[in-house]
């Protein structure tokens, strides 16, 4: 029983839940921002007026001009979010107050600031605020964001039903003309796998691919002092440690074309594949070595870290399919490579080749025997090496 859904279902639904999240977040951004813009246009709009009360009301109050400074106040309060406007004597006495006509809005707020004359309190004006006119004007601005992406959202459903529906029917076109029968899946990407994987697995030319394989170099650099380094540093620093030596791990094999595969506690792990076995592909390999070594120890020493690492390389032919087979090889390779890094001292890069020997190699680079079949990195050729610095310096600008 397959528990899947049509690509027709499944595409919809994700740009849903994307739609969704995006709306929820667009809506709490808006809703922070426009209160406190609005809070903001409150506070300055409050105290701009008072202020201005203030000044319009002094000339006529030192002139006891009752009628002007109603005036005053009347026009204060044209505006939508001062409802009221009063001036009170030294007495606290009402002397002249306006108000906006209608229903006493809920929630006022009360603003007070004192007239001097000459140095001396000469009355008290009031203004009570009603803020809802301006938290009005603000959430039209989410009102609206939430009708564009009420329309952004439909619309965005619409195509992608329409372009998942004609992709699912154009698997399920493509799964039903190939042979082979299976139980039905809803999935039409798994239905098309299910169809597909018999003619990989049993093809005569598949099997020969399969036969064939690639020819596998497995690299294994061993931190001989990981457990010093636990003990020094503290956790923080250690983390810092390990992921800067992947983040350069990672770049010089993008450099290289190699691939990182699972390493033991204390080793970092790749391999670099080719069609078959050649000196050139063994060149390219310890090129990517060498370089690595190089920017680590540019690490160590911007970290202030004593990194004590060697570095081995193992080689052969391994079979894409079946996967254990495959992985079986790799898990051999890099067995071989933990055994020789054992034996090997830190800063030494180890090479181990039955296909050539150390004349052979020699074209290549400089070596010197360490064991039968095993030979330690000792240099490259000059103009090997000024390519190999460039390449470093290019590494070292981007990691470090």
């Not at 006495?93 to 000459?118: H, R």
């Not at 809803?186 to 299910?194: F, G, H, N, R, Y």
């Not at 090496?385 to 070292?396: D, M, S």
Request: glycine fraction near 4%; charge should be negative.
């Amino acid at each position: 029983m397959h528990r899947q859904y049509s690509m027709a279902k499944k595409l919809p639904a994700i740009v849903l839940c994307i739609c969704v999240v995006f709306g929820l977040f667009n809506w709490v951004l808006l809703s922070s921002q426009t209160s406190s813009l609005a809070k903001d246009a409150i506070s300055d709009k409050s105290q701009s007026t008072i202020n201005q009360l203030v000044e319009l009301i002094r000339t006529p109050l030192f002139n006891d001009d009752t009628i002007s400074i109603q005036v005053a106040l009347r026009k204060a309060t044209q505006d939508p979010i001062i409802y009221s406007a009063s001036f009170y004597d030294v007495n606290n006495q009402l002397v002249t107050q306006s108000k906006q006509p209608g229903q006493t809005p809920q929630d006022l707020t009360t603003l007070a600031a004192v007239v001097q004359l000459q140095d001396t309190q000469a009355g008290t004006v009031y203004i009570e605020i009603n803020s809802r006119p301006i938290y009005r004007q603000h959430q039209t601005v989410i009102l609206s964001s939430l009708g564009l992406w009420v329309i952004f959202t439909a619309g965005s459903l619409f195509l992608s039903h329409r372009f998942s529906d004609q992709l699912a029917r154009r698997l399920r076109f493509l799964a039903n003309r190939l042979p082979g029968s299976a139980e039905p899946i809803v999935d039409e990407i798994s239905a098309l796998e299910a169809r597909i994987q018999p003619l990989l697995s049993t093809s005569g030319q598949g099997h020969e691919n399969t036969a064939s394989g690639y020819y596998y170099s497995v690299v294994t650099a061993t931190v001989k002092n990981r457990q010093r380094l636990d003990n020094q540093l503290n956790r923080e620093n250690l983390e810092l440690l390990f992921e800067k030596i992947d983040y350069c791990t990672s770049r010089a094999l993008e450099l290289y074309g190699g691939q990182r595969v699972e390493g033991s506690p204390g080793a970092i792990c790749f391999y670099i594949r080719s069609t078959q076995s050649s000196k050139q592909h063994l060149l390219v390999c310890l090129m990517a070595i060498y370089s690595l070594q190089q920017l680590l120890e540019r690490l160590s020493t911007k970290l202030g870290v004593d990194l004590e690492i060697n570095w081995t390389l193992c080689s052969d032919n391994l079979p894409v399919l079946p996967l254990f087979k495959h992985h079986e090889g790799i898990a051999t390779l890099k067995q071989n490579s933990a055994r020789l890094a054992e034996q090997l001292q830190e800063g030494v890069i180890a090479i181990y080749s039955t296909e050539y020997d150390i004349e052979q190699l020699s074209s290549i680079a400089r070596f010197q025997t360490f064991d039968e079949n095993c030979y330690v990195l000792q240099g490259f050729p000059e103009e090997r090496q000024k390519l190999l610095e460039t390449q470093i310096l290019h590494l070292a600008g981007i990691c470090l």
